[in-house]
């Protein structure tokens, strides 16, 4: 049964085993009607095994899942209909062409050929398609599939929609329109639950976000909430030639004010609830010889919430998802 | 009527993209022609052999037909993930693979047709009982189609799910009465051939064809029909369990 009371997608203790690998581990979340969610977490924490198993691609072992006020747990076939899914990689038809593949899916969902041709044409038109509407999907380049994959998940018109990784491999111009294509969608009071890897996409889009790491979400909050303990620090990177990590304790004492960190790729963080005095540090260190080759400001964002929280370096997450072939469409 | 225009729409796709295609076409008449061609000449026989190899040719044309391109569009679409779109979709598992599989029933009832339609310019067909002629036809459509279903299931590569079904259709031939009687195979191997579906088909193309069959056609009938729903539950459960992981 449909309510309005009900979080369009509720679920309780959610658990999800792959032999000895736990895919994801007791998680519970709500999200409600109109809100835009986000899954953030790098590769392998869960995000997709959960789209699948709420989208009834997957089974569940443990937990309880409602979309809706439907109670799926069991049924995953019984909210199909309330749901459209752009997958995190494209898989429509490559013998057919553009228009046929969003007339077809369409056609999934009992929708009659004439409004499922003029629904077609309106998405071919909205994502730029129109030229390629003839041209079979074999043929499109990466970002094209991935809009016309995007075009085919939202034609049924859901009101709840899954994106995995919608702007994962796409050029910069793509995943900017795919962006303002999701805004828009949630203005008109979709239901979404995106996941992605993109901190600033999930910062720019989501109302409340989620942490996910190995299977478990380690915060919940809304994004404005999460941005708080970071709002109104000052943040300096300094690039270096050679490694200043054995004069952190120096630094440390020369500088009481401050706050130093060592990062990942080799840069200094330099904190402070003051703004940052350049001049001084770049002398320290250039006194020590180390040279100094870009002091650049860091406006505190939900990166380094997330890395607090998780732990996990953000420039690690961006290079593993680039292994895995991402082109990088987060500009 | 949601679920009729979900339903046409991929038994319509997959003709458009599947059956209907130039090569799948000419192979669908090749195949029985050169199996015509083959036995005709193997025989020895006049032109009276025809009615005799009717039956055989009409099944195996179906029986290669509907299972090589079945599993390889089943595992082909599940490799590249489209299959998923038609999982995603409001309608029910058993609706969906029925339309999934209704194109290659249609291609295997058309398949059968080739060898009856050579038939027809070089033998008298007026003995044949059509009656029974063209439902057995169906029936052995749907079965193969079934058993192609249930071999797709059961493997994730196209090369595989063609081995697979190798390793069924060819002991078939031999076994099932086409173009051998049940009753000439040695004891030890007539069991086999009770347990394989096609046998039922092919005995009711007999008695149809040339009035010789072993059991009653009420019962063929009814042992093809408990064969299709076998092997459909069978596949269903077994999609669930595997592909839907």
Known sequence: ?331 | MKRWVAFSSIFAKDMRAYYLKPPNVSWGIIFPLAWTGMFFIRSGMGLESVLELLPGVVTISILFGTTSLLSVTLTFERRSRSFERLLLAPISLELLMLAKTSGAILFGIVNAFVPIAIAAFLADMSGISWSLVVPAIVLIGIVSTFLGLFISVSASEVFEAQTFSNFFRFPMIFLCGLFFPILSLPIFVRWLSYILPVTYGVDILHGAVNGEHIMSFTLDFLILGAFCIVLFAVSLRNIKRRWIV
């Open chain 1, 1 to 331: 049964m449909k309510s309005d009371n009900q979080p369009a997608i509720e679920v309780s203790n959610l658990t999800k085993h792959y032999d000895e690998v736990i895919a994801v581990n007791d998680i519970s979340f709500q999200v409600s009607h109109g809100e835009l969610f986000g899954f953030l977490g790098p590769n392998g924490a869960g995000k997709t095994t959960t789209i699948n198993i709420l989208t009834g691609l997957a089974r569940l072992d443990a937990g309880k899942i409602n979309i809706s006020g439907i109670d799926c747990t069991r049924n995953p076939k019984a909210a199909q209909h309330l749901i459209g899914i752009v997958p995190d990689e494209s898989n429509l038809y490559p013998e057919l062409t553009g228009f046929d593949n969003l007339c077809f899916c369409a056609a999934l969902y009992g929708i009659r050929k004439s409004e499922r041709q003029q629904r077609a044409q309106e998405l071919l038109k909205i994502f730029g398609l129109t030229d390629a509407a003839d041209r079979k999907f074999a043929g499109y380049s990466k970002g094209m599939k991935r809009k016309l994959t995007f075009a085919a998940g939202i034609i049924h018109q859901p009101p709840i929609l899954f994106l995995d990784e919608p702007t994962t491999g796409i050029d910069v111009g793509s995943a900017r329109q795919v962006r303002q294509i999701i805004a828009d969608l949630h203005h008109k009071e979709t239901t979404i639950f995106l996941t992605t890897h993109y901190i600033e996409e999930a910062e720019r889009l989501c109302e409340r976000i989620a942490f996910i790491v190995n299977g478990r979400i380690v915060r919940t909050d809304r994004t404005a909430d999460l941005l708080e303990p970071v709002k109104g620090k000052n943040v300096l990177l300094l690039s270096i030639s050679n490694s200043g990590a054995s004069l952190s304790r120096e630094m440390d004492s020369a500088f009481p004010g401050y706050q130093f960190q060592s990062t990942a790729s080799g840069q200094i963080r330099v904190e402070s609830a003051e703004p940052v005095n350049v001049g001084p540090l770049v002398r320290f260190l250039e006194e020590r010889e180390v040279q100094v080759t870009e002091a650049r400001r860091h406006l505190p964002s939900l990166e380094d919430v997330f890395v607090q929280v998780t732990g996990i370096e953000a420039e690690l997450m961006r290079k593993d998802k680039e292994k895995a072939g991402d082109g990088g469409g987060n500009q």
